[in-house]
């Protein structure tokens, strides 16, 4: 199924507060426990007050662990039991990267919480940043409910997109003019590029083909959330540079690398004589 089957929703929605209930819910399964937190998309809005959510399909979960198709039911467990108790219709489904927890209400209104695929030589590769990231993920609680769960840092949000956002400047130079209109972003200008990118989101998921559009939308989207995540969230100064030196691309000074970290992070933040 495709993403063109799941309206773009934000942590405001009811079927993404119950599906985060029921990620929250893993910390109840002696497998999942302290073995997940949530990335992504909903990870950045969980820090974002509601005016500057950017809308998104699907709850991306990180897993310290190698799935299969059984360990993947084991683990999930817990969540279908709630969705399901709670009235919606869950199944699962299987992408090229993932299994997907894949539930829908009465209405027919649907989402779902994706885990993460991986072969033995990739889990391998990132098991050590994994469990880094783990380390360092924060309690979240469900809006309008007691229940918490664990999310990744803004460090971890922000540097991954960072280096996205540098390697898609080098292959397209005049993505340059989208970077300085995010150095002030006022109520008003939040309004405009948070309906510039459901323009950008709609158009690829309506044509997946018009690769330079994705790229965009991908671009606008990293520094959008870079900037809000550095002004409303902060960063841990240490250990963004921690993470930031898991990244060749972020490590070596760059015209691309330095223009886009004047302009999307507080100057605290931003790397000294060329090094983080």
Not at 106 to 126: C, L, N, T
Not at 207 to 218: G, I, S
Request: aromatic share 10%.
């Amino acid at each position: 199924m495709a993403k063109i089957d799941y309206d773009p929703k934000t942590l405001d929605d009811k079927i993404i507060v119950d599906g985060h209930r029921a990620v929250a819910t893993l910390k109840d399964n002696p497998l999942s426990r302290g073995m997940y937190f949530v990335v992504g998309g909903f990870a950045t809005q969980s820090y974002l007050p509601s005016s500057c959510r950017r809308q998104t399909c699907d709850i991306d979960l990180a897993v310290l662990q190698r799935l299969n198709k059984a360990d993947f039911r084991a683990f999930s467990s817990t969540a279908r039991e709630f969705l399901e108790d709670n009235g919606y219709e869950v199944s699962d489904r299987k992408t090229q990267g993932a299994f997907c927890l894949d539930y829908c209400n009465v209405e027919g209104d649907r989402s779902y919480i994706e885990f993460p695929r991986f072969s033995k030589k990739r889990f391998a590769e990132k098991k050590s940043s994994l469990e880094r990231e783990r380390e360092h993920a924060r309690i979240k609680l469900v809006e309008g409910t007691g229940d918490t769960y664990m999310v990744a840092s803004p460090e971890d949000i922000m540097v991954p997109k960072l280096m996205r956002s540098v390697n898609s400047f080098k292959r397209n130079p005049l993505f340059e003019g989208f970077i300085a209109r995010m150095q002030s972003l006022s109520d008003e200008e939040v309004r405009e590029k948070l309906e510039q990118l459901r323009a950008l989101k709609l158009k690829s998921i309506q044509d997946p083909t018009d690769v330079q559009n994705l790229e965009l939308f991908r671009f606008i989207s990293d520094i959008y959330d870079i900037r809000l995540l550095s002004e409303l969230a902060g960063a841990n100064k240490a250990y963004l540079r921690e993470s930031a030196g898991a990244w060749d691309t972020l490590k070596k000074p760059s015209f691309e690398r330095d223009l886009l970290a004047r302009s999307v992070l507080p100057d605290e933040l931003i790397p000294q004589d060329g090094e983080w």
